[in-house]
């Protein structure tokens, strides 16, 4: 069992920052916080060591912090690193004057990082964070809570301290959580949490898009009594990565004996795997051929798969069927074929009818209409196909001089966007949002299209409850996910725009619409219970439970920390299985996503109560099955991928930069501590920079013209590693002008002399920082630029030359900076 309790952890390198950290240098203002030795030596008349069998907290602060930085620099007053976690002793329990349970831990855990030299030294390091006495308030009957703590900081590239103060740090959610009062000691397990203002300051507000922190297991002396069933909600059980490629089309479906399906799309191959339902054992992956993207369906109750598999020349589609289990995918079927291309595919659960929505060909005299149809299979194969009203007959008012008709999807665009759904009798929705010009000159969006196969009357008609919601054109809607009767719509922004539906009686109605909710964003998936509430995933690491009456979260549990890019292309990645919910996360392994997944359960017929929940001390070994590596947690990139140069000269690429993967937006921030790059089987002439990832090429003069591939090694200090490429278009020398003497006439032989040009030296400008060759304008014009002097090309070549050449300067000195 690693541990280490005291001291420093790790030796401190000069760290790879960005432009702006660097033209701010690394002040350090004379204000409290700079002046305090917390976190760099240990505090006097504080207990350093303790017994194996004192109880404690484990907290590890931000897993994805501490992956990003390298982890702690300094452990003090008892606190020891175990297992990649922090282990905090038990100081004391009480209560304050709410009635609230106050235990109190002890501990310091300390930050350094992008220190100046080689060595750590408050003031001269552009992070320094300390958290210390973590102290929990909380009433377990309500299920809420406070983490307090006291915390040292200085503001990262600003050099703002915050000075030693203790802080409201984070929010606890104990409905999450589970525990264990078997004995006299209590422990809590699972408790999540989210950054307060405060907490949020101390990381910089690094985290304000998502501001999970890692989940709380903590032991204290005494019995918490509460209910036997109570008001608690869903907590995260386990989440796993699964040995596929995260693609286009994700679906997740439950198998009849509660494992579950995983589905994707790779380039035109379906691909799956059965994962148990406790996610112990995982399936060998299966393939299936299909389209660039493509749609799915399941049967749970006899396990069958079915897919679509477009050709082309004439545009058909087969629908295909296999039955699936644990040893992978049987014989497909062919179920039917259907004519033109399908932009919607959905399956009827009460009866087993299969829905495709299919475009077919333009007539030859139309620009941009799709006649569609939309085919029924019955569950004994027979289909039948009827036509649906055209563009104007849905938008009676539509200009479609303007219009280019989406109303029925499109045929290039299919499978991770489809919107067609099943609803309670035999009708189906489909939603496909996009600009519907009118002759009046406005531009509103489209309304989700009611089809109804079985009508003696039109077959379609739009859902004109849901015109409030598409006033708003600053975002479209393209999810949807139902349970036949509630409806939820939406869109994959993290300022999402998003509406509840209601069907019943063949009438839709929308009790909820808000343009941009405080919780309800960045959706990565959506589906029911039974109770027709709302269960959402979002990107930002949480998932809700919402009445779709309100809007209403009603109850809201942690995830795991692998969710960012998960709302992508809105797949239907949340499902329900038996009482638990299932949901497919992202894990990057050597810079390609993988996919993983989650399980939410609610508690047992004894609530919160697991007497298997083991009591935490500062001998306990934390169970981290699931532990990220940083390779997991950042994504190493160039900001600019891609390099020009002249065969013979040399370019040079910025530094690499990172992106903490747990977070919504897309950072350009310094490299992990401990952080290597090298190159990997890397082109003659090409060289690195082994603490920034600055990569330099120098083709030779005889290299051809095109593109060369720079493969980087990312490595890690945990033993992780990725590959990033940088793309170096290379352009060929220009040819050495040679001038020859002028022809002589003579009557007779006589010796001739010739003179041979002088050898031209051509030097290579060093490169700046933004990778140019440094040459401004009349240093080119009159020394050369990429080796060529204009005015010598005019001597040369004429006026021509000198125009041409003056344009090939321009583009590459000026135009492409």
């Not at 009849?256 to 795997?273: C, F, P, Q, R």
């Not at 299969?354 to 209409?369: A, I, M, Q, R």
């Not at 960045?522 to 219970?529: D, E, K, L, P, V």
């Amino acid at each position: 069992m690693p541990r280490t309790n005291s001291g420093r952890l790790t030796r401190i390198g000069l760290a790879t920052v960005t432009a702006i950290s660097v033209s701010l240098g690394v002040a350090a203002p004379a204000i409290a916080g700079v002046d305090d030795t917390i976190g760099i030596t240990p505090r006097p008349g504080v207990t350093q060591e303790y017994a194996d069998s004192t109880l404690a907290l484990e907290w590890e602060i931000r897993d994805s912090f501490n992956n990003y930085t390298g982890g702690a620099t300094h452990l003090f007053d008892g606190a020891e690193l175990v297992d990649g976690t922090f282990l905090w002793p038990y100081k004391s329990t009480g209560s304050d004057a709410e009635g609230n349970t106050v235990v109190q831990y002890g501990g310091t855990v300390n930050y350094m990082k992008y220190c100046e030299g080689d060595e750590p030294v408050r003031g001269g390091c552009q992070l320094d964070l300390t958290v210390a006495d973590p102290k929990i308030v909380f009433d377990a009957a309500e299920g809420t809570g406070t983490l307090y703590a006291t915390v040292n900081s200085r503001v990262y590239l600003t050099g703002e301290w915050l000075g030693v103060e203790e802080v409201a740090f984070a929010k606890l959610d104990f409905k999450a959580g589970r525990y264990n009062n078997q004995t006299d000691t209590t422990t809590w397990k699972s408790v999540a949490g989210s950054l307060l203002e405060d907490g949020q300051k101390a990381f910089s507000n690094f985290y304000t898009s998502n501001p999970y922190i890692s989940s709380l297991s903590f032991s204290y002396p005494g019995k918490t009594e509460l209910s036997g069933s109570g008001d608690a909600g869903y907590s995260l059980a386990e989440s796993i990565q699964l040995p596929v490629k995260a693609g286009n089309s994700e679906r997740l479906y439950g198998l009849s004996d509660g494992s579950v399906l995983y589905v994707t799309n790779e380039y035109g191959t379906g691909k799956g795997v059965v994962v148990s339902h406790d996610l112990d054992t995982v399936s060998d992956t299966f393939e299936f051929v299909t389209t660039n993207a493509t749609d799915t369906a399941f049967d749970s109750a006899t396990n069958t798969l079915y897919w679509v598999e477009q050709k082309q020349d004439p545009a058909t589609a087969v629908i295909r069927g296999a039955t699936v289990s644990s040893s992978g995918l049987g014989a497909s079927t062919e179920i039917a074929t259907i004519e033109g291309s399908v932009s919607g595919f959905s399956r009827d659960s009460s009866d087993g009818t299969l829905g495709v929505l299919h475009l077919l060909p333009k007539p030859e005299d139309s620009v941009d209409d799709y006649p569609a149809s939309f085919t029924t299979i019955a569950s004994d194969g027979t289909t039948t196909t009827v036509e649906l009203p055209d563009a104007t007959a849905l938008y009676p008012d539509v200009d479609p001089e303007q219009h280019y008709n989406e109303v029925y999807g499109s045929p290039y665009v299919f499978g991770a966007t489809s919107g067609l759904r099943a609803l309670n009798d035999g009708t189906y929705l489909y939603v496909y949002d996009h600009a519907v010009p009118r002759k009046d000159g406005s531009v509103p969006g489209a309304l989700p299209v009611h089809i109804t196969p079985a009508n003696d009357g039109a077959k379609a008609s739009l859902v004109e409850a849901f015109t409030p919601a598409i006033e708003d054109r600053s975002h479209s809607f393209r999810g949807v996910a139902t349970d036949g009767t509630n409806i939820g719509i939406y869109n994959d922004y993290s300022n999402s725009n998003v509406a509840f539906l209601k069907y019943e009686n063949g009438e839709f109605t929308m009790p909820y619409h808000a343009e941009e909710p405080e919780k309800l964003v960045s959706i990565a998936g959506m589906t029911f219970n039974s109770a027709g509430q709302a269960l959402v995933a979002s990107a930002k690491n949480y998932f809700m439970v919402v009445d779709p009456a309100t809007g209403t979260v009603l109850q809201e549990a942690s995830l795991s920390g692998n969710m960012k890019g998960t709302e992508k292309n809105l797949p239907l990645a949340t499902v329900m299985v038996g009482n638990d919910v299932f949901i497919v996360d992202r894990r990057e392994i050597e810079y390609v996503d993988y996919a993983g997944l989650q399980r939410l359960e609610l508690p047992g017929a004894e609530g919160q109560y697991n007497p298997d929940i083991a009591v935490v001390n500062m001998g306990h070994t934390p169970d981290k099955p699931d532990s990220k590596s940083t390779a997991d947690s950042v994504d190493a990139y160039f900001e600019d991928d891609t390099l020009e140069v002249t065969a013979g000269e040399s370019v040079t690429s910025a530094g690499m930069v990172f992106d903490e993967t747990t977070t919504t937006v897309r950072e350009a921030a310094a490299a992990p501590e401990g952080t290597e790059f090298s190159l990997i089987g890397a082109p003659d002439g090409a060289s690195i920079d082994a603490k920034t990832g600055a990569v330099t090429y120098t083709p030779s003069a005889d290299t051809a013209a095109g593109e060369t591939t720079i493969s980087v090694k990312v490595s890690f200090k945990d033993g992780s590693d990725e590959t990033v490429d940088l793309t170096v278009k290379v352009s060929a020398a220009a040819p050495t002008t040679t001038s020859s003497p002028a022809p002589t006439t003579t009557s007779s032989p006589a010796p001739t002399t010739t003179s041979s040009p002088a050898p031209t030296t051509t030097s290579t400008p060093a490169p700046t920082p933004d990778g140019s060759s440094g040459t401004g304008f009349l240093a080119g014009l009159f020394n050369g630029f990429h080796g060529i002097s204009l005015l010598a090309l005019a001597s040369y070549g004429g006026i021509l030359s000198l125009i041409v050449s003056l344009f090939h300067f321009f583009n590459l000195s000026i135009f492409r900076r």
